[in-house]
């Protein structure tokens, strides 16, 4: 079990790490969700695979470690803060400099800014 | 040595550092009374010094400790040794008279206060190196002499070469000033302590030890740069550009004796080596010829006096660095009759300038007439200068030549260091004799912008007391200073002191004929100046500031050219750099890692374990395959969050596992909100060779975070949670010890956590408004986006749900306490279930029907959570301290209240507020309601 488990942790990391470094916002903040699942996952295991006992008093003998969830628990919110930030930060880049691009020069054919056209919406 | 029981030495930077601020605050009384109320702070101080004279002379040292940091072993010390009060008292002596003679000096237009608070600025500075007892302390005034003195040098900002010569001056200072921290802290490691004290006493050990000749190197760099030693001599011409008074303080009497105080407070531990008597001998001896020689083709009068004090720090050096203990003894008499003929022959020069209009001795000539009095006046400095008998200078130039005899610091060569030391001696005479006849005599002045006068009488006084003291040091040496040099002296070499004799006659000895031959040569070469001047004429003369400022530029350009390179403004290059270095760093301890060996077997595997594992890993490929088609992308993501809200839920997390799932509903919702304004598709863009290498990286950090993270799950397990397990139900009345730690043990990070969550909220509402988005007509197929209206269906069962998700919410938020749920979960299942509201009906529907402010909700629900801590302290406890009891309710049996319910309602309103804040304004991108800056 506990390799299985550190071997989705491992793909999660990579498939993340590898879409952060692709120049465009879009995949930039897919890349953040991801690596932000391998991360909880990893900080979660801290407290080590346990399979029955939640740490609810007087459910069971032995309990889970509850440390590592209550941290992972305002991780995952948070999370999802910094997620919703970079991605409104990306329209507002998009917005204002008319690409998506955040991979230093701009290419040839990138996503021009395309004029508001509020009738036909 | 006695620990004091008063700060007094304390007392006196704490006094100067006060009197740095009179000046400023008393310009306004006029140019005297400023004068005077600066006056004052040295002065106390001065006085304070001298009523310690009689203790340190008889061979006490005070020392004084401040308890600063305790706990991190920092302690402020200062002492006052036999070195320390001499140069204390030339310090606050000299300085007292430049004071007065800048009132003169300065113009009523310029910002005299200013000046003044800089000069008493690096008073202090230069006060608290030569009172330090750490030698960190001492570094620190170290540098802020060097700052200082930038400050006074460019204090006629507007001149060109004011800034330039100020900017060198640093430059050159500044970086000594790092290489003496890096020997400082490399001494201080060798001997385990900071104090100077216990360093002084460890001179053994450091030289014995094999980083000294590193050390020694870093502290003499300090001090060369410091007291402008060849080849680091350049800045201090430069560095004439400073008004005049500063010249006389800081490149006569006080800056560039620090790095020679430098030199001899490390006497005791850094030399009687071979590494010392060479380095420190050769470097005094070439400055010492090379300033004797260049002074006398200057023609401007400071430029001279600049290079003379070059040529005199250098002598200085020397002196330090032959091997006997005479020549310390000589070299602190010369600091002295230096910094006082010195300090006087800057101030005629700059009377000279200030009546005259020029210093340029080419257009001198001739002043006698003008202004004999201040010509006696510079006679007599100048000859002590020079080394002519009678005057103070004649004295300890004498000693100097008789050590130089004896010196075998050069080894089978050291018979050159007297010769040599007789011709600079040659050209010492000379230049002194071209500052007097050039200028007092010599025809007639040459097209002078004014007709020179005598001075105001008070501008005369510094330079009446200086040279009195010339005199009377060089008629009465034994009475004027011979305990101060005695004290002096035993405190550098910490041993008896060997037998001098400060007497004006010696008999006729090789050291007069020395001096003899030296007066009689200068007066020659000067009366021959011609063909030496037409000799060095071939010389093209380089300008050291362009040289300078080309080195300064090559550099800049170097960096900007690095810096481009590195920071081309790809940020997914930054971050590639950024992991290989992580990998570095990481992958190469964990090859030696033996300790992460597994210490227990894997748990047994079920298929549901491996089915999920597989459509995590299949979706998370999938993801990264598809990124380019963006939706495809979001859905296999949202399929990886689902995995991952399971795993939790499998692995007895059922708080996390409710977490990850209502995140994962609005995290989904809000970036397909996002898509609409985004291209939907990436372009193919990356070349083979960049997709290689950023499967190369992430798979290394892939494979890295695994291996950690499979060392560490199969450690046995040592942790802290016991402790909440027990407290939960007795110290937090509830039995979710998961939530118990958020709301209680923890609360305070929640706390942090909701506030960043709402912050995160009400900069993501500033980034939206008034945001000028293009609103797509048709998808990346160019369909047009259809004109339906919200579905019948979706808006009816999600309007007849919401009454019931409202429920299960509070539920959920009711029961947190002891059952999975609590505050982030049921805010996050409120705001899932209102936003289901906004996707089925449109904002134009919900908005007059929801009319609440977000913004608020998240105020509110942070005031909640900290008026809930605060609330303790009414109850003498500390900040966050919950309470809970047990009531019995009629009807409804026994239940439990606790304070840190209402906490957890904070955190619920919280979590509502800012993530309907967040959703709701991009929401409204897309109607009519778009949010503005006012709203």
Same mark, same amino acid.
């Given at each position: 079990m506990?390799?299985?488990?550190?071997?989705?942790?491992?793909?999660?990391?990579?498939?993340?790490?590898?879409?952060?470094?692709?120049?465009?916002?879009?995949?930039?903040?897919?890349?953040?969700?991801?690596?932000?699942?391998?991360?909880?996952?990893?900080?979660?295991?801290?407290?080590?695979?346990?399979?029955?006992?939640?740490?609810?008093?007087?459910?069971?003998?032995?309990?889970?470690?509850?440390?590592?969830?209550?941290?992972?628990?305002?991780?995952?919110?948070?999370?999802?803060?910094?997620i919703a930030f970079v991605v409104i930060l990306s329209m507002r880049a998009r917005a204002d400099l008319g690409n998506d691009f955040v991979d230093g020069s701009e290419p040839a054919d990138s996503n021009k800014f395309i004029k508001p056209n509020r009738d036909k919406a | 040595?006695?620990?004091?029981?008063?700060?007094?030495?304390?007392?006196?930077?704490?006094?100067?550092?006060?009197?740095?601020? *009179?000046?400023?605050?008393?310009? /306004?009384?006029?140019?005297?009374?400023?004068?005077?109320?600066?006056?004052?702070?040295?002065?106390?101080?001065?006085?304070?010094?001298?009523?310690?004279?009689?203790?340190?002379?008889?061979?006490?040292?005070?020392?004084?400790?401040?308890?600063?940091?305790?706990?991190?072993?920092?302690?402020?010390?200062?002492?006052?040794?036999?070195?320390?009060?001499?140069?204390?008292?030339?310090?606050?002596?000299?300085?007292?008279?430049?004071?007065?003679?800048?009132?003169?000096?300065?113009?009523?237009?310029?910002?005299?206060?200013?000046?003044?608070?800089?000069?008493?600025?690096?008073?202090?500075?230069?006060?608290?190196?030569?009172? %330090?007892?750490?030698?960190?302390?001492?570094?620190? %005034?170290?540098?802020?002499?060097?700052?200082?003195?930038?400050?006074?040098?460019?204090?006629?900002?507007?001149?060109? #070469?004011?800034?330039?010569?100020?900017?060198?001056?640093?430059?050159?200072?500044?970086?000594?000033?790092?290489?003496? $921290?890096?020997?400082? !802290?490399? *001494?201080?490691?060798?001997?385990?302590?900071? #104090? $100077? &004290?216990?360093? $002084?006493?460890?001179?053994?050990?450091?030289?014995?030890?094999?980083?000294?000749?590193?050390?020694?190197?870093?502290?003499l760099l300090g001090a060369f740069t410091k007291s402008a030693q060849?080849?680091?001599?350049?800045?201090?011409?430069?560095?004439?550009?400073?008004?005049?008074?500063? &010249?006389?303080?800081?490149?006569?009497?006080?800056?560039?004796?620090?790095?020679?105080?430098?030199? %001899?407070?490390?006497?005791?531990?850094?030399?009687?080596?071979?590494?010392?008597?060479?380095?420190?001998?050769?470097?005094?001896?070439?400055?010492?010829?090379?300033?004797?020689?260049?002074?006398?083709? /200057?023609?401007?009068?400071?430029?001279?006096?600049?290079?003379?004090?070059? &040529?005199?720090?250098?002598?200085?050096?020397?002196?330090?660095?032959?091997?006997?203990? !005479?020549?310390?003894?000589?070299?602190?008499?010369?600091?002295?009759?230096?910094?006082?003929?010195?300090?006087? !022959?800057?101030?005629?020069?700059?009377?000279?300038?200030?009546?005259?209009?020029?210093?340029?001795?080419?257009?001198?000539?001739?002043?006698?007439?003008?202004?004999?009095?201040?010509?006696?006046?510079?006679?007599v400095a100048a000859a002590s200068m020079a080394g002519v008998p009678l005057f103070n200078g004649f004295l300890s130039k004498e000693m100097f030549l008789a050590e130089t005899l004896h010196s075998s610091a050069l080894g089978f060569l050291s018979w050159m260091i007297p010769v040599l030391a007789t011709l600079a001696g040659v050209f010492a005479v000379a230049y002194s004799m071209r500052f007097i006849h050039d200028v007092f005599f010599n025809g007639e002045p040459k097209d002078l912008p004014k007709t020179p006068h005598e001075p105001p009488r008070y501008m005369k006084i510094p330079i009446e007391i200086l040279v009195t003291l010339c005199l009377l040091v060089g008629i009465f040496p034994e009475f004027m200073i011979g305990g101060l040099l005695q004290a002096a002296a035993s405190s550098v070499l910490m041993t008896d002191l060997p037998y001098y004799s400060?007497?004006?006659?010696?008999?006729?000895?090789?050291?007069?004929?020395?001096?003899?031959?030296?007066?009689?040569?200068?007066?020659?070469?000067?009366?021959?100046?011609?063909?030496?001047?037409?000799?060095?004429?071939?010389?093209?003369?380089?300008? #050291?500031?362009?040289? =300078?400022?080309?080195?300064?530029?090559?550099?800049? /350009?170097?960096?900007?050219?690095?810096?481009?390179?590195?920071?081309?403004?790809?940020?997914?290059?930054?971050?590639?750099?950024? !992991?290989?270095?992580?990998?570095?760093?990481?992958? =190469?301890?964990?090859?030696?890692? #033996?300790?992460? /060996?597994t210490h227990f077997p894997d748990q047994p595997l079920s298929g549901i374990e491996i089915t999920a594992a597989f459509i995590l890993c299949l979706s998370a490929i999938a993801t990264v395959i598809y990124h380019r088609k963006r939706m495809v992308a979001l859905i296999t993501l949202s399929v990886v969050g689902l995995i991952v809200s399971i795993a939790f839920a499998r692995f007895s997390a059922p708080d996390l596992a409710l977490t990850q799932l209502a995140v994962e509903v609005v995290t989904v919702i809000l970036l397909m909100l996002a898509l609409y304004f985004l291209p939907q598709k990436t372009p193919a863009e990356s070349s083979p060779s960049r997709v290689v290498r950023d499967v190369g990286i992430a798979a290394a950090i892939g494979g890295l975070v695994a291996t950690i993270n499979y060392a560490f799950i199969t450690q046995p397990i040592d942790t802290i949670s016991e402790f909440f397990l027990a407290n939960s139900k007795t110290g937090g009345g509830g039995t979710n010890a998961v939530n118990v730690i958020l709301v209680d043990f923890r609360g305070l990070d929640t706390l942090g956590e909701i506030l960043v969550l709402g912050i995160a909220g009400l900069g993501i509402f500033n980034l939206l408004a008034r945001v000028r988005l293009a609103m797509p007509s048709s998808n990346e197929n160019g369909l047009p986006w259809t004109q339906d209206r919200h579905p019948p269906i979706l808006a009816v069962i999600s309007q007849s749900l919401l009454p019931l998700a409202l429920l299960v919410s509070f539920y959920i938020f009711l029961r947190g306490h002891n059952m999975p749920g609590g505050g982030f979960i049921a805010g996050l299942i409120t705001s899932v279930a209102l936003i289901q509201q906004y996707i089925a009906h449109g904002v134009d529907w919900v908005k007059p029907r929801l009319k609440i402010e977000y913004q608020t909700l998240i105020a509110l629900g942070v005031l909640i959570a900290t008026l809930t801590g605060i609330g303790s302290w009414f109850f003498d406890r500390p900040f966050m301290t919950t309470w809970f009891d047990y009531f019995d309710i009629p009807y409804i049996g026994e239940i439990e209240l606790a304070s840190a319910l209402i906490f957890d309602l904070g955190v619920y309103l919280t979590v509502i507020g800012s993530s309907l804040l967040i959703l709701a304004s991009l929401g409204k991108l897309t109607s009519a309601h778009r949010p503005t800056a006012e709203e």
């Open positions: 506990e390799t299985l488990y550190v071997i989705c942790v491992g793909v999660l990391t990579s498939c993340g790490v590898y879409l952060c470094l692709r120049g465009r916002t879009f995949s930039v903040v897919v890349g953040l969700t991801m690596l932000s699942y391998a991360v909880n996952l990893f900080l979660f295991s801290s407290g080590r695979l346990n399979l029955k006992d939640a740490a609810i008093l007087g459910m069971s003998e032995s309990y889970a470690d509850p440390l590592p969830q209550a941290l992972t628990l305002t991780a995952i919110v948070i999370g999802f803060a910094m | 040595m006695e620990q004091g029981a008063t700060m007094s030495l304390f007392w006196i930077t704490a006094i100067l550092l006060i009197g740095a601020i *009179i000046p400023v605050l008393t310009e /306004k009384f006029g140019r005297t009374i400023n004068t005077l109320a600066t006056m004052l702070a040295p002065a106390i101080a001065l006085a304070y010094v001298i009523s310690l004279l009689p203790a340190v002379l008889a061979g006490e040292v005070i020392v004084e400790y401040l308890e600063w940091i305790p706990s991190a072993g920092l302690t402020l010390s200062m002492h006052l040794d036999g070195l320390a009060l001499m140069f204390a008292l030339l310090i606050l002596g000299i300085g007292l008279l430049i004071i007065l003679y800048a009132r003169y000096y300065l113009s009523e237009k310029e910002a005299v206060g200013r000046f003044f608070s800089y000069l008493i600025l690096f008073m202090t500075a230069m006060l608290s190196i030569v009172l %330090a007892n750490n030698v960190l302390q001492l570094w620190m %005034a170290w540098e802020v002499t060097s700052i200082s003195s930038f400050l006074l040098i460019s204090f006629w900002s507007s001149k060109s #070469e004011s800034r330039k010569g100020a900017r060198m001056a640093l430059t050159v200072t500044g970086a000594g000033g790092l290489a003496l $921290l890096a020997g400082l !802290l490399i *001494i201080a490691n060798i001997v385990g302590s900071y #104090e $100077l &004290s216990t360093i $002084l006493a460890s001179g053994d050990l450091i030289r014995e030890h094999s980083l000294y000749s590193v050390a020694l190197i870093l502290v060849f080849p680091f001599h350049f800045w201090l011409p430069h560095a004439m550009a400073a008004p005049t008074p500063v &010249s006389a303080y800081l490149h006569s009497a006080t800056m560039v004796k620090a790095g020679i105080f430098l030199l %001899a407070r490390l006497y005791p531990v850094l030399s009687g080596t071979e590494m010392w008597f060479l380095i420190v001998s050769l470097t005094g001896l070439i400055t010492l010829l090379i300033g004797a020689y260049v002074a006398l083709f /200057k023609h401007d009068l400071k430029g001279l006096l600049a290079y003379s004090t070059i &040529s005199h720090l250098g002598l200085i050096v020397l002196l330090l660095g032959l091997n006997t203990q !005479l020549a310390a003894v000589a070299a602190l008499f010369h600091i002295m009759n230096h910094a006082v003929f010195k300090a006087s !022959l800057f101030m005629a020069a700059g009377i000279i300038d200030h009546e005259a209009g020029t210093r340029d001795m080419r257009k001198l000539g001739g002043l006698w007439r003008f202004m004999p009095y201040t010509a006696t006046l510079a006679m400060l007497a004006i006659w010696h008999g006729f000895n090789l050291p007069l004929l020395m001096s003899a031959i030296a007066i009689t040569g200068g007066l020659l070469i000067y009366a021959y100046r011609s063909h030496l001047y037409r000799f060095q004429a071939q010389f093209h003369e380089s300008d #050291e500031k362009r040289v =300078f400022e080309g080195v300064m530029q090559q550099l800049v /350009k170097l960096a900007t050219k690095a810096h481009d390179t590195l920071n081309n403004g790809s940020l997914q290059r930054y971050i590639a750099a950024m !992991l290989l270095f992580t990998i570095g760093v990481t992958a =190469f301890p964990m090859i030696h890692l #033996e300790s992460a /060996k």
